[in-house]
């Protein structure tokens, strides 16, 4: 019984190591490697997590180049992490991970437009007086109307996206992280009905500005 017991203790001691073992990940640049720590969080957990921080993610005129770098090795990061995971992914799940990934891919590229054009700011604000209305000035966005702040901005995107061209993406795009901004120095006091409700407006929105610029890759292609 003695042995037994020390070979369970031993077995437990080793998984527990294993668990936190770190795994260098080839990057795609030369002497570049990607470091992923095993800690226990599941791949399903790491999806989610690439999610919400592609939904949270944001843009500024005068900081584009260092915002990319960032996001760049952010993102290749969490790509790294969940590749070493993909044998734990539904089906789904990597239907949505390859999205987030085109989605990222998207975002890149639209950077690199904007460095070489970079926004107009008059054209800037009168995109934000459409998208955002009485909530043009993000300071007057609180907690309490956040939601609604949301439910503005979606309204105009799903009434006109139709009739947008990519360079409207770009300002509609730096609109929508400008909002997220904000909502990020305030969550800590919204509620949990309006923090899921800002959630899932935030897929909406990503899933719309996805299909526009398949849509706009698409008309490149046939061109």
């Not at 290749?76 to 891919?105: C, F, I, P, V």
């Not at 955002?132 to 007057?140: A, N, S």
Request: one cysteine or more; a negative charge; glycine letters at 4%.
């Amino acid at each position: 019984m003695a042995a037994s017991l020390c070979l369970l203790l031993w077995s437990c001691e080793r998984t527990q190591n294993t668990e936190n073992k770190e795994i260098a990940v080839e990057g795609s640049e030369p002497g570049d490697t990607a470091r992923v720590i095993k800690t226990g969080q599941t791949a399903e957990d790491r999806l989610e997590d690439m999610r919400e921080w592609m939904s949270d993610r944001t843009t500024g005129d005068d900081t584009i180049e260092n915002d990319t770098s960032s996001m760049r090795k952010e993102f290749k990061r969490r790509t790294a992490e969940l590749d070493a995971r993909m044998d734990s992914l539904s089906e789904k799940s990597r239907a949505e991970y390859q999205q987030l990934k085109d989605r990222y891919n998207n975002w890149e590229a639209r950077q690199q437009r904007r460095q070489q054009t970079p926004l107009q700011p008059n054209k800037l604000k009168q995109w934000q007086d459409q998208l955002l209305r009485e909530f043009k000035d993000l300071q007057t966005v609180t907690p309490a109307n956040v939601r609604e702040a949301y439910l503005t901005f979606m309204g105009v995107v799903r009434a006109k996206r139709q009739n947008w061209t990519q360079d409207d993406w770009d300002y509609v795009d730096y609109v929508y992280g400008q909002l997220n901004e904000r909502k990020r120095q305030i969550d800590d006091n919204m509620s949990t009905g309006d923090l899921l409700k800002v959630k899932a407006l935030q897929a909406e929105y990503l899933t719309l500005e996805g299909a526009a610029d398949t849509q706009s890759m698409i008309g490149t292609m046939r061109d």
